[in-house]
């Protein structure tokens, strides 16, 4: 290969991409702060960030600084929002709210719009249309919303998939930052096409995965710790990954994986 040949594959066919846990979260560190939040009827599911995990956003923002983006993704919970905001900030890079990016146990409809989040959040595109559709998995509920939601783990790895496919397509040769949830390793198993057990993911913790061409994506930084940029973390947002238990079925019935042939081995190659 000649230099100017591979000058071009630097410049127009290496896809990277930025995965990065929210922060600290409020409810975690404020017990009682879900028992209000149930009592003035709002959604416990959606908790913001502690003064903790703000900080970690904002050292997070500082550590991409160099980053050479083309978008933000962001999943629509407020917690995962506001880790995303001083990146954007920084970067100067609106944030697009993405479904596809939603936590476990996801309640389709349950959430803010991207325009009413817009009002408090105005790094917020409030007019990206979404690349994945969440829905309620057939008779499943919220356990703590009682909200119809979509099946953990087996259908929520089963859209992590159809995410990866899209981002893949739509995406070649460009550089995104996507925020998200501590489920999203399963995204970095779809990416390198590895088991979901490899992987953990920290607060703010970030991975980044480069693609040459068709070839494999690889892992150049695990967001399995924040070590070397978040100054404090606390035991109650610690590093989390998906086991075996997420794919077994309970006396609900199916969905969870299990019925379905849908394991923590789901996204490795054959």
Not at 19 to 27: A, E, N, S, V, W
Not at 76 to 85: D, E, N, S
Not at 239 to 247: R, S
Request: aromatic letters at 10%; a negative charge; glycine letters at 8%.
């Amino acid at each position: 290969m000649t230099p100017r040949q591979q000058n071009q594959i630097d410049d127009e066919d290496v896809s990277e991409i930025y995965l990065i846990r929210h922060g600290d979260r409020y409810d975690y560190a404020n017990p009682s702060w879900a028992e209000t939040a149930k009592e003035t009827s709002n959604l416990t599911t959606d908790p913001p960030l502690s003064p903790l995990g703000h900080r970690q956003a904002k050292e997070t923002a500082t550590f991409l600084t160099s980053v050479k983006a083309s978008h933000i993704f962001s999943s629509p919970y407020l917690r995962v929002i506001q880790t995303a905001c001083p990146t954007s900030d920084t970067l100067k890079i609106p944030i697009a709210i993405e479904p596809g990016l939603s936590e476990a146990h996801a309640t389709p409809g349950a959430l803010p719009t991207s325009a009413q989040r817009y009002a408090y959040f105005p790094q917020i595109d409030p007019h990206h249309e979404a690349m994945i559709t969440v829905t309620a998995s057939p008779g499943r509920t919220c356990q703590k919303t009682g909200l119809p939601c979509e099946a953990f783990a087996g259908h929520y790895v089963t859209r992590v998939g159809q995410l990866r496919d899209v981002l893949e397509d739509k995406f070649r040769g460009k550089t995104i930052v996507c925020f998200s949830h501590a489920a999203s390793v399963a995204l970095v198993a779809a990416l390198l096409r590895r088991g979901m057990e490899e992987f953990k993911f920290a607060p703010c913790g970030v991975y980044r995965l480069r693609r040459i061409g068709d070839g494999p994506w690889e892992m150049l930084r695990s967001g399995a710790c924040n070590e070397g940029y978040v100054s404090e973390n606390s035991d109650t947002t610690y590093p989390w990954g998906l086991a075996e238990k997420h794919f077994e079925e309970d006396c609900g019935g199916k969905y969870q994986g299990s019925s379905e042939g849908i394991g923590l081995d789901y996204f490795v190659r054959p």
